[in-house]
């Protein structure tokens, strides 16, 4: 989230060495800015967005829970009604909120709230290529074309099941190696779901113990925390005062790293290229950017920049979401005891001791229930990515202005009072019906909706199922000696997602 405060900016300013004159400068334009409030406000369009009366310069940062800010935005949303303007330091923000005013925007008005609105250290990073943070044709194009691809290579199929099985067998000899001990999942989590888009993109796994592989993938886990630190949503919001900060150093630094890496994947790929067999949606790029070349096509999408942003998108994307759920999912187990045994006495009952397969998904009514709320309670992307409006729009009965900043706040249709029974508490009870057959629920969007929604969906789902029912299957989850289930803590660590934080279970094998 794009906010933190004014100790919170000094104390950035000192510990990257920054000029302390800078912040001097900052008081001084608050100064000159609070001069002008009066002509600030009275620009305000009686019809805008209601929201809390901004600052000048700061706007409401120093009304926000610097830690927990989609709780202030949740907060905001009872008092200022679904659709509200926060300005987050000089930037205006209109958040949308509620089941009903979310899908109303992203499903219905999709032409006018589906643009992304790509924060500046983003727009650094991406330079207007790949498929998260771009627009228009550009966007259109290479949306297309990995949507595609990615299903060309099995995504949503048996080939992709197969790989995906293959997987959660190799996840599942890592944990059998702990022998029960307490561990941090984190990283043979990340590891196990990495492989799967690496399997798609690349055309093979790689081992948990390659150096190249584990680097790219722990950049992941690492960037995802540093991309939602202070010091880079200041970057963002006041590029001036903040560009020298350490944190920008490391990310520019990873994603340097990132980009040389896979230019050797790539560069060996080309050599080993078959047209007429493609491993990958690598090999399938260079297919097309080849066939385009040698038909004269000039200002085309398929060129190495995009090539690379690309990949870089689709590995972050195909890796963080899902493996940060996963971890959720082990965690909530760990923390209700009596919800964990109701689904491997389910898996034992249905399943036994073969592999779980995505067919018996519905033969498994309370594991996918399980699954489902896990996705609603964690809640990972909060505040969804950043759109735009595209135009001008007047929308229930507010006008918003083209090119407006769009928060669709996806907490609050998770946790919305008018779909679910008990939005607060983990219960799976919210997917199952009198009968406990599994229910779709609409306010379930967890990957978004619109044109923008997910394009790894049908991945994710068919990871989280096998994934999830596999350790189930052969593993009970516990707190690690000495803490109890009450004192598992459930507060999020806020980064680019929602993650746990840093905690270690064990995994005890009943197979």
């Known amino acids: 989230m794009v906010c933190f405060s004014i100790m919170g900016m000094l104390d950035i300013l000192l510990q990257d060495s920054i000029s302390f004159s800078l912040f001097v400068g900052l008081i ?9 409030s009066s002509i600030f406000r009275s620009q305000w369009q009686k019809n805008e967005p209601p929201g809390p009366r901004p600052l000048p310069f700061l706007g409401n940062l120093l009304q926000i829970d610097l830690k927990k800010p989609y709780k202030t935005l949740m907060e905001f949303y009872k008092k200022y009604g679904p659709v509200f303007t926060v300005h987050l330091g000089p930037k205006k923000v209109v958040v949308l909120a509620g089941y009903r005013t979310v899908k109303e925007a992203l499903v219905n008005h999709d032409d006018v709230f589906g643009e992304r609105d790509p924060m500046l250290i983003f727009q650094e990073l991406s330079q207007g290529h790949g498929i998260i943070w771009t627009n228009g044709d550009p966007w259109k194009e290479m949306r297309r074309f990995s949507l595609t691809n990615l299903r060309d290579f099995g995504m949503g199929k048996k080939a992709c099941e197969d790989k995906i099985i293959e997987e959660s067998q190799h996840l599942t000899e890592v944990f059998k190696k702990q022998k029960g001990k307490a561990c941090d999942t984190t990283q043979s989590i990340c590891y196990a779901v990495s492989n799967i888009i ?3 993109v690349y055309g093979g796994r790689f081992e948990y113990d390659d150096p190249e592989f584990t680097s790219m993938a722990n950049r992941i886990t690492k960037g995802a925390i540093i991309f939602g630190s202070p010091s880079i949503q200041a970057y963002n919001l006041f590029p001036t005062l903040f560009k020298r900060i350490a944190n920008r150093r490391t990310i520019l630094g990873m994603n340097a790293a990132s980009q040389k890496q896979n230019s050797a994947i790539f560069s060996h790929l080309k050599q080993t290229l078959n047209p007429q067999m493609c491993r990958g949606l690598v090999d399938a790029f260079l ?3 080849q066939k ?3 038909a004269g096509v000039i ?3 398929f060129h190495d920049d ?3 942003t690309t990949v870089l998108n689709l590995f972050a994307a195909g890796t963080e979401t899902t493996s940060t759920t996963l971890r959720w999912g082990l965690l909530f187990m760990a923390k209700f005891p009596q919800i964990q045994d109701k689904v491997q006495e389910e898996l034992r009952r249905v399943i036994g001791e073969r592999q779980v397969q995505v067919a018996d998904r519905k033969s498994l009514p309370y594991t996918d229930a399980v699954i489902h709320e896990t996705q609603r309670m964690a809640s990972i992307i909060p505040m969804s990515l950043p759109h735009k409006t595209t135009r001008d729009v007047t929308f229930q009965g507010h006008f918003i202005k083209k090119g407006t900043a769009v928060y669709p706040l996806l907490m609050s249709v998770l946790y919305d009072e008018s779909q679910w029974e008990k939005p607060h508490t983990f219960y799976p009870p919210h ?19 619109g044109r923008r929604i997910c394009l790894g969906e049908s991945l994710a789902r068919m990871e989280l199922f096998i994934f999830f029912s596999t350790l189930l299957q052969h593993f009970h989850f516990s707190p690690p000696p000495g803490v109890s289930e009450d004192e598992l803590d459930l507060t999020p660590q806020m980064g680019l997602t929602l993650t746990p934080l840093p905690h270690e279970l064990c995994a005890a094998s009943h197979m």
Not at 431 to 449: H, N
């Open 28 to 36: 001084v334009l608050l100064l000159i800015y609070f001069t002008v």
């Open 198 to 200: 690496c399997s798609m």
């Open 287 to 289: 297919v097309q950017k």
């Open 292 to 294: 385009l070349k040698e």
């Open 299 to 301: 200002n085309s999408q």
């Open 306 to 308: 995009n090539l690379l």
């Open 431 to 449: 997917f199952l019906d009198k009968d406990g057959k599994f229910i779709k629920r609409d306010a379930f969007i967890p990957f978004s909706a």
